[in-house]
């Protein structure tokens, strides 16, 4: 739509964890600017206080893998921009740049510059890709806007989307700026996107664009935009980096869904009071093997932090289809020995604890604090020994048809990855099944991978 280029061939290294045996190509073959299919009529669209935190995070980035459509891929790609540019008519935000009005007020200007399009050809098959090491070149060659950062959206569009062709597949790479969703209102625009590639006339699930919903105070930052300059020199790896992430092991372990009742099971053991949800539990038994696997000493501190969606927690709770960052983080906090001498009741207990204290007063004070004292975020934040999820297996994220199937496997990239960063998502068969995608040290790594207990085959 507009500029469109032809790009070399790069060689990528090889993903080891499925011993490959060869370094695969990513053949970047076109790039283009998808824009909405009408004019948006709105100028602006304000970022409030659960947004604005996020402005030194990157860009979140997901991964969808499907086997090959029936359809040829030139044809396939037509469809998928097309409904592109009919889905960003609906989140017409994404479609902006960021952007300081005349106080000094982050924002997007909501200017229909569109989105970055990317089409590209690989000779890596599924099966190499399906558990890879999201640090692995091949894996940061299949999405956009590798250790970008979201104040770059000045300059850069709010979303890059890379199709690959495989051997036997399709990817779906998809990097989304922080500073204008969370978790849940990213699926929500995927989900659109592919109702809309499959041939619907209409989305299920308008957005809402109405950020005053959620919060209607002005906070001003002490930034400076970056340049097109500042950032090819650097700019980008303010807050961790490809060189740092690349010291990271990320696996993916799954739990069946009897895996995932027996850890249950085992958490509400001799429980008397409220039962631990299926979540609860299952955070308690990440918690304890990340733990163990670290080697900590007993009287070391260890912190799981969790981003809670705060939808329906505040008063009154927002609709379903608001579209923006509506998350804070909460955070339970133990001495390891304490941890590790209990069974995961304990653990448990803690998590369900801070879950339910987190009502509208809570997430309403937390948000005056920070406009008193504004602080954007760093990786740092999550805390100390930390387990960190920031992701729900209840997006269903399988649910994303374009039209030639659901996925074969949702995942994360590398960006915002650090040790002890967790993401779930529901597993393929579905039925309460859980993946959990979690980076950590080599070492750590090593160490959980070899724990039968963590592993449930003790």
Not at 1 to 29: F, W, Y
Not at 152 to 158: E, I, K, S, V, Y
Request: with cysteine; proline share 5%.
């Amino acid at each position: 739509m507009a500029q469109e280029s032809l790009q070399l061939v790069r060689p990528n290294g090889v993903c080891d964890q499925e011993k490959v045996g060869h370094a695969h190509m990513i053949t970047v073959l076109k790039k283009s600017c998808v824009c909405p299919a009408q004019p948006s009529d709105q100028k602006y669209c304000d970022l409030v206080t659960f947004d604005l935190p996020y402005v030194t995070f990157h860009y979140n980035q997901k991964i969808l893998l499907y086997p090959s459509p029936s359809q040829g891929f030139s044809s396939m790609v037509e469809s998928l921009k097309k409904s592109l540019s009919e889905a960003l008519v609906h989140f017409y935000p994404l479609a902006g740049r960021l952007c300081l009005d005349e106080e000094g007020i982050l924002k997007v200007d909501c200017n229909d510059a569109g989105v970055d399009f990317i089409e590209a050809s690989s000779d890596a098959v599924l099966r190499d890709l399906k558990d890879c090491d999201s640090s692995s070149d091949v894996m940061q060659d299949l999405i956009p806007y590798v250790d970008t950062l979201n104040s770059d959206g000045f300059f850069l569009p709010m979303v890059g989307i890379q199709v690959t062709k495989l051997i036997d597949g399709i990817v779906i790479g998809i990097a989304i700026n922080h500073l204008i969703v969370d978790g849940y209102s990213t699926w929500q625009f995927v989900s659109s996107w592919a109702e809309l590639c499959r041939g619907s006339s209409v989305i299920s699930l308008p957005p809402s664009h109405d950020r005053a919903l959620a919060r209607n105070t002005k906070v001003k930052l002490n930034i400076n935009p970056p340049t097109q300059e500042s950032y090819a020199n650097g700019t980008k790896s303010a807050n961790g980096s490809k060189t740092a992430e690349h010291h990271l092991r990320t696996k993916i372990f799954h739990f069946s869904k009897k895996m995932i009742e027996e850890i249950k099971t085992r958490a509400n053991k001799n429980r008397e009071g409220k039962p631990f949800s299926s979540f609860q539990a299952l955070g308690a038994h990440l918690w304890h093997g990340v733990t163990r696997a670290r080697n900590l000493a007993p009287e070391d501190i260890t912190v799981f932090t969790l981003f809670i969606d705060c939808r329906a927690r505040v008063d009154p709770p927002l609709p379903r289809n608001y579209f923006g960052n509506a998350i804070q983080g909460i955070y339970g906090v133990t001495a390891v020995g304490l941890l590790l001498s209990n069974d995961l009741s304990f653990a448990a207990n803690l998590l369900q604890q801070v879950i339910d204290s987190h009502g509208a007063k809570a997430i309403k004070k937390k948000n005056e604090e920070w406009e008193q004292n504004p602080k954007l975020y760093g990786f740092s934040d999550a805390g100390i020994n930390c387990v960190t999820v920031g992701s729900s297996p209840r997006f269903e994220v399988y649910e994303n048809d374009f039209g030639w199937g659901k996925p074969v496997r949702v995942r994360s990239g590398c960006n915002n990855k650090f040790d002890g960063m967790v993401y779930l998502y529901p597993g393929q068969e579905g039925g309460g099944s859980v993946d959990v995608e979690i980076a950590l040290l080599p070492q750590t790594m090593d160490w959980l991978e070899t724990d039968t207990e963590f592993l449930l085959t003790n």
